[in-house]
C-alpha cells in the first residue's frame, strides 16, 4: 500500500508550450513513488489510519480475485513491509470467501511492525515461510512481496520465488506493482514475475506504463482505496498519462470563417534520394489539418514530390540560400527539418534556418543525427517553439553523456531542460517531456507501430499540429496519441501509409458537438 524510497528530478527551467490544467488530468495523473508515499502520509494526517487504507487495499486486491476468478488454491506471498500488509488482508479476505489460501511470509512475524503488523495479527490461519513449497499445488499466486518502492535488485529467497512462478507459469495477481519492477521507471530490479492482473491503489505509477514494467503488470487495476483525490491538488504531480483530455479542448477544430491559410501552411525539408520519409510527413501534416504543405527540394527530385500527392506544393531549392528565402514568408509559420534530408551541412544549415527565423520547428531523424558532433550548436539555436523526436539510437548521438541507466522519464527531462525544446522519446512507451519538468507517458501504441516510416508520419501530425497554433507540448501529445489510436484501429498489416488516412475517423470520434455544428461566427 506505502511506498517508501523517493527520488528526485530536478525543477528545470521555464518551458513554452505546457499543458495547463483541463478536465480529467487528475484522473491521468501518474505518482512517482515519492509521490504515492505523501498521498498516504497526507491522507492519514487528514483522519483516516493506515490500517483503513491497508484493509481497503487488500480487500480490493481480494475482490478483483473473485471477481475473475472461481474458488482454487492460492498461495499469497507476503513480504516484510507494508506491501506484505495487504497480502494479508487480501489472503484473510479469500478465507473468509471460501478460498484455499496458504500464506507465505518472506521474513519473520516478529519483525512486522506497525499496519503491517496489525494486518498480520487479523490473519488466524498458519504463516510458512516463503519458499517454493509454497507454491505447490496452487493454481494461482498473489505476489505482495514488494510494491513500487523497492530500491534494490532482489536476491536470495525473494528471487527465488519470483522466478519460481514464471518457472512453473502460475497465474500471478500482483499488489502495487510485480515485484522487482521500480516503480518509478518500469525497470527490473534483478527478476520480476509476469502477472496476469495488477491491483494498484490510488494512481498509477509510471512503472505500470513504462518497459517492461507495463508488459509485467498484465492488466492493471487502479483501486479506490479511500485517498481523496484532493490530496494531488497538494502533490501537484508533473506527470500524466497521455490521454485527450489533456489537450483535446486545445485541439484546433476548422471553423466556418476558416480559409487554407487560416489553417497554417507548413514547410517540410525533401531529401533527394530517400524521398518517402518527406513525403509521408506531407500526407500527415495534411490530414491533421495543416491548410498547406509545401515541400522543398533539390530540383532534381521536385518532380517526384508533385506527382506524389496533388495537394502538395513543391519549391525547388536551387542554391544554397533557397531554404532562408522560402522562409521570410511570415504565412508558412512551422517547419520540419529530417526526415530523409541526409546527415550532411546542408540539412544543419537549414534546421538552423529555420529557427533562427522563429518559425515553429519539428526537428527528426537526420536533422538530429546531423549535429551529433555539435549539439550545442542546436540547443543555442533553439529560441522558438521547438520539438526535438527523437527514437532511442538519434537520443544517444545528441544527449551522449545522459545516462541511459536513468529511467526513460528522466532522461527526457534531463534532454528537455538542456535543449530548451520539448522532447517527443520515441518507443511503445514514447515519453513527452517539457523543459519545465512536465511529462507524459504515452501508452496507447500497438506493436504494429514498428514499422518503416510510422516516425515520419508522426513527425508530420505534429507538424500540420504547430502549424493550426498548437504548442510543441500539445502538438507531440496529440500526435502521439492519435497515431496510437489510428494503429490500433487497424490492427495487423498495418505500414506507415495507411496511417494518414486512418486518422479522419480516430477524429470523427473525438470531434465534439460543438465543433462538428459550431453555428455562426
Same mark, same amino acid.
Not at 422 to 444: C, E, M, R, Y
Given at each position: ?135 505447490? *499445488?496452487? =493454481? %494461482? ?7 513500487? &518502492?523497492? #530500491? +534494490?535488485?532482489?536476491?536470495?529467497? !525473494? @528471487? $527465488? ?102 489553417? *497554417?501552411? =507548413? %514547410? ?7 524521398? &518517402?520519409? #518527406? +513525403?509521408?510527413?506531407?500526407?500527415? !501534416? @495534411? $490530414? ?123 532522461? !527526457? @527531462? ?108
Amino acid at each position: 500500500m506505502t511506498v517508501d524510497d523517493e527520488t528526485r528530478s530536478g525543477p528545470g527551467r521555464p518551458a513554452h508550450g505546457t499543458a495547463p490544467e483541463t478536465t480529467g488530468r487528475d484522473e491521468a495523473a501518474l505518482l512517482t513513488i515519492a509521490e504515492m508515499a505523501r498521498a498516504d502520509a497526507l491522507t492519514i494526517a487528514s483522519g483516516t489510519s493506515g490500517i483503513a487504507l491497508m484493509e481497503a487495499a487488500g480487500g480490493a486486491v481480494a475482490s478483483e480475485i473473485t471477481r475473475r476468478w472461481s474458488p482454487r488454491p492460492v498461495a499469497v506471498l507476503c513480504g516484510p513491509g507494508n506491501n506484505g500488509g495487504d497480502g494479508f488482508v487480501a489472503a484473510r479476505r479469500l478465507q473468509e470467501a471460501g478460498w484455499p489460501v496458504v500464506l507465505g511470509l518472506l521474513g519473520a512475524r516478529d519483525r512486522l511492525a506497525g499496519d503491517a503488523a496489525l494486518a498480520a495479527e487479523r490473519w488466524t490461519g498458519p504463516v510458512a515461510t516463503a519458499s517454493e513449497a509454497v507454491l505447490d *499445488g496452487a =493454481a %494461482l499466486v498473489v505476489d505482495a512481496l514488494f510494491g513500487a &518502492g523497492l #530500491a +534494490r535488485p532482489l536476491e536470495g529467497a !525473494a @528471487r $527465488r520465488l519470483v522466478e519460481a512462478i514464471g518457472a512453473r507459469r502460475l497465474t500471478c495477481v500482483a499488489v502495487d506493482i510485480p515485484s522487482g519492477v521500480h516503480g518509478d521507471t518500469g525497470q527490473v530490479l534483478g527478476a520480476a514475475p509476469r502477472a496476469t492482473v495488477t491491483v494498484t491503489f490510488f494512481r498509477r505509477k509510471p512503472g505500470h506504463l513504462l518497459l517492461p514494467g507495463r508488459a509485467l503488470a498484465g492488466e492493471t487495476v487502479v483501486a479506490d482505496i479511500g485517498i481523496p483525490v484532493s490530496v494531488l491538488e497538494t502533490i501537484r504531480p508533473r506527470m500524466h498519462e497521455n490521454r485527450p483530455d489533456l489537450w483535446l479542448e486545445r485541439y484546433r477544430w476548422p471553423r466556418p470563417e476558416d480559409h487554407k491559410y487560416r489553417r *497554417g501552411h =507548413a %514547410l517540410i525539408l525533401g531529401g533527394s534520394q530517400m524521398t &518517402g520519409a #518527406a +513525403r509521408l510527413a506531407a500526407r500527415g !501534416a @495534411r $490530414r491533421i489539418g495543416a491548410g498547406l504543405v509545401t515541400v522543398a527540394a533539390p530540383p532534381e527530385a521536385v518532380a517526384l514530390y508533385a506527382a506524389d500527392q496533388p495537394g502538395l506544393l513543391t519549391a525547388s531549392l536551387s542554391d544554397g540560400g533557397a531554404f532562408a528565402d522560402l522562409l521570410t514568408d511570415e504565412r508558412r509559420n512551422a517547419v520540419l527539418v529530417g526526415p530523409g534530408a541526409g546527415t550532411g551541412d546542408a540539412t544543419r544549415r537549414h534546421a538552423l534556418a529555420a529557427l533562427g527565423a522563429g518559425k515553429a520547428c519539428v526537428l527528426d531523424a537526420d536533422a538530429l543525427t546531423a549535429f551529433a558532433d555539435r549539439p550545442q550548436d542546436l540547443f543555442d539555436a533553439i529560441r522558438s517553439p521547438c520539438l526535438l523526436t527523437p527514437h532511442e539510437g538519434e537520443f544517444r548521438r545528441l544527449f551522449p553523456d545522459i545516462d541511459p541507466e536513468l529511467g526513460k522519464v528522466d532522461r !527526457a @527531462r534531463t534532454a528537455a531542460q538542456r535543449s530548451g525544446a520539448v522532447l517527443l522519446l520515441k518507443g511503445a512507451d514514447t515519453v513527452i517531456a517539457a523543459p519545465d519538468g512536465q511529462a507524459l507517458i504515452n501508452a496507447n501504441a500497438p506493436p504494429d507501430l514498428a514499422t518503416a516510416g510510422a516516425g515520419d508520419v508522426l513527425a508530420g501530425f505534429a507538424l500540420g499540429l504547430l502549424a493550426q497554433g498548437m504548442t510543441p507540448f500539445d502538438a507531440a501529445a496529440a500526435a502521439a496519441w492519435l497515431q496510437g489510436a489510428a494503429a490500433a484501429a487497424f490492427g495487423p498489416g498495418l505500414i506507415a501509409e495507411d496511417l494518414p488516412d486512418l486518422l479522419p475517423t480516430v477524429l470523427r470520434r473525438l470531434r465534439p458537438a460543438a465543433a462538428q455544428d459550431p453555428g455562426p461566427p
